[in-house]
């Protein structure tokens, strides 16, 4: 199966002689190009039954690596099993028009962050509105940089419990419609961000007063997806979003003569797969846009599930809700293993009877 990494390996060393490439793209580079090589080390297992010998090679466990991500999603998704409520789940996704791509290039770190908390805002000011809910809500935020073409386009996936705590530490239930018109969110949303950017000394002397005007005149697209059925469907969704690269391997369908061809749903055509061949300068230089500043944190919890006094938070939450309260299950390596390969990881491929062992390492070459 072509993959990202065969790209990097055959293309990666041309794309950096004629591009400037920061920190962090450079990192994301050598780490996907060095992951499960001999480059990275690793160890052997042998089998003492049939004398099978199976060579492991490192991870880069790099997070914009496509074939790091399975692991920390299950591990991360089990952890989140634990917080669910017995209520509704909604999905709501912000996104901002392009005209305010330039300034996420000139600024990503900054421009991210205020995405967040204009997000963040327009979702608890509202819903604290008597004429919406009333009450003090809880949700996940996730930030995606990418469309399906791997072209830039910045927006926020929230996941939302369908009610809050009131002033008076009683849960009051949304409708069961969403209980915010997503014009109302659209506009808020639209307002906030706005006028953050006037207000962040950051942008001062970067914000071209035409394009703000255009913004502000503007329909910005704020969707909202119809209710989860039940807790495990939220979990599942959940795992989509949350450890995604901007492409994964599996939609890779071919690398040659210097062009990287891949399938992607065209959702303007109504979700459609469609197939597009980009050079692999152009697909490197794409995929390279959404390395995230070192550090960042792209998942995010705010209001009720966010971590100060979570624990206790969410034990009252559990009470009012009917949730039930169970103790955190916490799985173990080669559970999760399982789970991700669906076959016991350790068992001999060869003799099938014994679990291997391991045998010794193998250090990465002298200088790397």
């Known amino acids: 199966m ?64 496509p ?20 209520v509704a789940y909604f999905h709501i996704v912000f996104t901002v028009p392009a005209e305010l791509h330039p300034l996420f290039f000139q600024c990503d770190r900054a421009m991210y962050n205020l995405l967040f908390r204009a997000v963040s805002e327009t979702l ?49 239930s949304s409708r069961k419609k969403f209980f915010i018109p997503v014009k109302v969110l659209s506009r808020k949303f639209r ?19 035409a394009i703000i005007n255009s913004c502000y005149h503007k329909e910005w ?29 599996s939609r890779i369908l071919s690398i040659s003569d210097g062009k990287v061809t891949f399938k992607w749903r065209d959702y303007k055509d109504g979700g459609r797969w469609k197939i597009m061949s980009l050079t692999a300068g152009e697909f490197i230089r794409r995929f ?32 009012l809700t009917g949730t039930r309260i169970t103790e955190k299950l916490v799985l173990s390596a080669n559970d999760l293993l399982f789970k991700v390969c669906g076959h016991d990881p350790c068992l001999c491929p060869a003799c099938g009877q014994c679990k291997i062992k391991f045998h010794m390492n193998l250090p990465p070459p002298v200088g790397f």
């Not at 959404?290 to 034990?315: A, C, E, Q, T």
């Open 2 to 65: 072509p993959e990202i990494q065969e790209i990097f390996e055959k293309y990666g060393a041309e794309y950096c002689c004629s591009h400037v490439l920061s920190p962090e793209q450079g990192k994301v580079m050598r780490a996907i190009t060095n992951c499960r090589t001999a480059r990275l080390g690793g160890h052997i297992d042998v089998c003492p039954a049939c004398g099978y010998a199976k060579p492991s090679y490192n991870s880069c466990r790099n997070r914009h690596c």
């Open 67 to 86: 074939k790091c991500q399975s692991f920390v999603k299950e591990r991360w998704i089990e952890n989140q099993k634990h917080d669910l409520l017995n």
């Open 124 to 172: 608890s000011q509202l819903a604290a509105d008597q004429k919406y809910l009333g009450a003090k809500i809880g949700f996940t935020s996730v930030l995606h940089t990418w469309g399906q073409n791997i072209s830039f386009h910045p927006h926020i996936h929230c996941i939302v419990p369908a009610g809050g705590l009131t002033r008076v530490l009683q849960w009051r």
């Open 191 to 209: 307002g906030k961000l706005l006028a953050l950017l006037r207000q962040t000394p950051e942008f001062a002397g970067k914000l071209d007063q």
């Open 221 to 249: 697209v704020v969707y909202c997806k119809p209710p989860f059925k039940d807790a495990a469907c939220v979990v599942e969704y959940l795992g989509r979003y949350t450890h995604r690269v901007a492409i994964s391997n």
């Open 288 to 319: 390279l846009l959404h390395v995230l500043p070192k550090g960042f944190m792209k998942i995010r919890h705010y209001g009720i599930l966010g971590n100060r006094d979570k624990v206790k938070r969410l034990k009252f939450c559990k009470l």
